[in-house]
């Protein structure tokens, strides 16, 4: 069946760094543009980044610019987000999606001293 697991998320200081990864299984990842998607506490879903299905474009929102980095190993069917210059604003849970067909259960992330 078709699973998203993310993991790498945890307990940070501010200005700390963290990747997160997110392993595909169950369906064709090399042929899927991934997507990174979070939620912080009390509010609404806000796209993060996305990547295209040969890795060769990215997009990233204007609040993570130049500080998140994804990027995705076909060969592994894995998809990742490195994370710089953590701030109490990226405390979220962080879900990774393959296209608009699948979701993982999230990785929670918290960015506090």
């Known amino acids: 069946q078709v699973q998203l697991v993310e993991s790498g998320g945890g307990l940070v200081q501010p200005g700390g760094s963290l990747r997160l990864s997110c392993a595909a299984s169950g369906f064709t990842f090399s042929t899927y543009w991934m997507y990174w998607v979070r939620q912080a506490p009390g509010k609404g879903l806000e796209w993060v980044s996305r990547i295209s299905a040969d890795g060769t474009n990215t997009y990233y929102s204007e609040s993570v610019k130049g500080r998140f980095t994804i990027s995705r190993d076909n060969a592994k069917n894995t998809l990742y987000l490195q994370i710089y210059s953590l701030t109490s604003e990226d405390t979220a849970v962080y879900y990774c999606?393959?296209?608009?067909?699948?979701w993982g259960q999230g990785t929670q992330v918290t960015v506090s001293s």
């Open positions: 999606a393959a296209g608009n067909d699948y």
